[in-house]
């Protein structure tokens, strides 16, 4: 039923000129609008929507993650933008808030409505066996 259809995720927002304005001047994504909806643009022809939802909660889980080449360059870049990075009790963070503990190294930040986003450090290639 779906073989042919190109799925896309999608969160919601509490003002969409406010995310917007995030989404496209602070984070540097290509963001579209048609029907009051965004759509943000991401490298590799990744598409997810964005909609406003009256009394919105944000989302207490990472809804997008953004893999980077350097970590510790994309947070002092996010940092100069005025993105604060999130400080959570349960994992030990470094001073720039990375966790580098497990897995790749990740730090967590918020958008204007408060749902969570992170960059997270890409794999980089791996040797032939």
Known sequence: MFTNTKAFSGFAVDDIERA????????????????????????????????????HTPATFTILNFPVDDIDRAVEEL???????????????????????????????TDPAGNVLSVLQAAGPHPAP
Request: avoid cysteine; hydrophobic fraction near 30%; proline fraction near 6%.
């Open 20 to 55: 917007k304005d995030f989404y496209h001047r602070t984070l540097g994504l290509r963001v579209t609008e048609e029907y009051g909806l965004l759509t943000l643009h991401i490298t590799g022809g990744t598409e997810v929507l964005v909609y406003p939802k009256p009394g």
């Open 79 to 109: 940092t100069s933008r005025g993105i604060r990075f999130e400080r959570y009790e349960q994992f030990e963070q470094d001073e720039k808030g990375i966790f580098r503990q497990e897995g790749p190294p990740i730090a967590w930040f």
